[in-house]
């Protein structure tokens, strides 16, 4: 049986397609093994949404195609985002990868395997159309206690910096019986505790199907389940296309975390046309404002882009004026990417790379006095924290995350305690803040 380990790069939305793919392949008589020296075939989810994210693919590559031309690997695969914008290019300058394949095609991938390698294959629809639904074969990579469950697959917003819709193709959103029966399915053991909601634009979800957005029906039938989850979590929200039906189940459902992704990019208006957001600066403020007087102890994630082409020192000024006054609870900041076959790339007034990192930095000195500021508030109180993973070489100390944090993108809980077992949320009392993180100990009782 030939072993096949799968390398997935980039954010949860590749990691879903990874564990579909994984799925697939042993579902098709292979066997998954998690380090690439013991495998026999390496699979290469690659990620292209910026330069930097093409930089870390490439490399990842080239070092599998080392091991392929020392002969410890007898196959190399590479699939996803970087095949499905540069294919002509991988095919040429990387003549070690034997299959290339793009993001609607790695459903195949198992029986491209079984053929054999007697001629390199190159698998990329023009058209990426591909969506997966609750009987696609899945092996899961994140811990027992959460999922990843993608609900939508490409967009249609088509921001002016960003190559997601050629990419992966145009929105188009799964039923609400399919998310919900997945669900259904992947807490099946009892074990599960969150399930974290993803898409391109979560917030348009069903629009396409049902001729409007039904996000919030959504929520209601998955709240609906008996089942273990405790925690819902919704990410990568637009603020152009929240409805009052959306943020009044966020409200009343405990289940759902009191924490929304929702990325502004951008405050100036100038800017924000420029990008082609759809969103105005009295709309973002109006809607934060409605958020957080209609769903008590929100916390605010958002992501902002520093250098975009146009950006004036008023323009920046502003942006960082907006955070100081707003204070959202966590921010993750991007130094603009220059991308090929992308609107911005072709607006005048690109920014200095030296500016573009000065202002990065300053953004992020902003929000670290921010969420410093914000985290000293929890000194002395009590939340709820889930247990990620034990503290290696160290008694009784775990590090977890409270429902204003997901994984691998925002701070965590350090817990110290007797009886503590990764996947299970118990009371912390917060003893000590940090810039991003919290100190704790379980709560006795």
Request: charged share 35%; with cysteine.
């Given at each position: 049986m030939s072993k096949v380990s799968i390398i997935s790069l980039g954010c949860p939305r590749n990691q879903l397609d990874s564990e579909i793919m994984a799925?697939?392949?042993?579902?098709?008589?292979?066997?998954?093994?998690?380090?690439?020296?013991?495998?026999?075939?390496?699979?290469?989810?690659?990620?292209?949404?910026?330069?930097?994210?093409?930089?870390?693919?490439?490399?990842?590559?080239?070092?599998?195609?080392?091991?392929?031309?020392?002969?410890?690997?007898?196959?190399?695969?590479?699939?996803?985002?970087?095949?499905?914008?540069?294919?002509?290019?991988?095919?040429?300058?990387?003549?070690?990868?034997?299959l290339i394949i793009g993001t609607s095609d790695f459903p195949g991938l198992p029986g491209l395997l079984k053929r054999g390698m007697?001629?390199?294959?190159?698998v990329v629809s023009a058209v990426p159309d591909y969506l997966y639904d609750e009987r696609s074969p899945r092996l899961t990579f994140t811990p027992p206690h959460y999922a990843y469950v993608k609900i939508a697959e490409g967009c249609s917003n088509f921001c002016s910096y960003c190559i997601i819709s050629r990419l992966r193709g145009a929105f188009r959103s799964r039923s609400i019986k399919s998310v919900v029966e997945e669900?259904?399915?992947?807490?099946?053991?009892?074990?599960?505790?969150?399930?974290?909601?993803?898409?391109?634009?979560?917030?348009?979800?069903?629009?396409?199907?049902?001729?409007?957005?039904?996000?919030?029906?959504l929520l209601r039938r998955i709240c609906a389940l008996k089942n273990s989850v405790e925690w819902i979590r919704i990410l990568y929200t637009h603020p152009a296309h929240y409805n009052d039906e959306l943020i009044s189940v966020i409200r009343d459902e405990p289940r759902i975390c009191k924490y929304l992704d929702l990325p502004i990019q951008h405050i100036s208006d100038n800017i924000l046309k420029r990008m082609n957001r759809r969103v105005t600066h009295r709309e973002i403020t109006a809607l934060i404002g409605k958020l957080r007087k209609n769903i008590p102890g929100l916390a605010l994630r958002t992501s902002v882009i520093a250098g975009f082409p146009g950006e004036t020192d008023k323009d920046f000024r502003e942006l960082v004026a907006f955070m100081r006054d707003v204070k959202f609870e966590r921010l993750g900041a991007f130094i603009y990417s220059k991308e090929d076959r992308t609107k911005a790339s072709r607006l005048d007034g690109q920014v200095p790379e030296e500016v573009k990192q000065e202002r990065f930095d300053i953004i992020m000195k902003t929000q670290q006095a921010v969420s410093r500021g914000i985290n000293k508030k929890w000194l002395g109180k009590t939340i709820d924290v889930l247990i990620d993973e034990k503290i290696p070489a160290a008694n009784n100390e775990f590090i977890g995350r409270s429902e204003f944090d997901a994984p691998e993108i925002d701070g965590t809980v350090?817990?110290?305690?007797?009886?503590?077992?990764?996947?299970g949320i118990y009371k912390a009392g917060i003893k000590d803040t940090l810039e991003y993180d919290l100190v704790g100990e379980k709560v006795r009782g």
């Open positions: 799925g697939a392949i042993k579902k098709g008589g292979f066997r998954i093994c998690g380090d690439l020296r013991d495998a026999d075939i390496c699979v290469i989810n690659t990620c292209a949404f910026i330069q930097s994210a093409r930089e870390e693919s490439i490399e990842r590559i080239l070092e599998a195609a080392r091991l392929k031309k020392e002969g410890r690997l007898k196959q190399l695969v590479i699939c996803g985002c970087l095949p499905q914008l540069y294919k002509a290019k991988l095919a040429d300058e990387l003549r070690e990868a034997d007697r001629r390199r294959r190159i669900v259904r399915r992947l807490s099946g053991d009892g074990k599960l505790k969150e399930i974290i909601l993803i898409g391109q634009d979560t917030t348009l979800f069903g629009i396409d199907r049902y001729g409007k957005a039904v996000f919030g029906e350090y817990l110290s305690g007797d009886d503590i077992k990764i996947g």
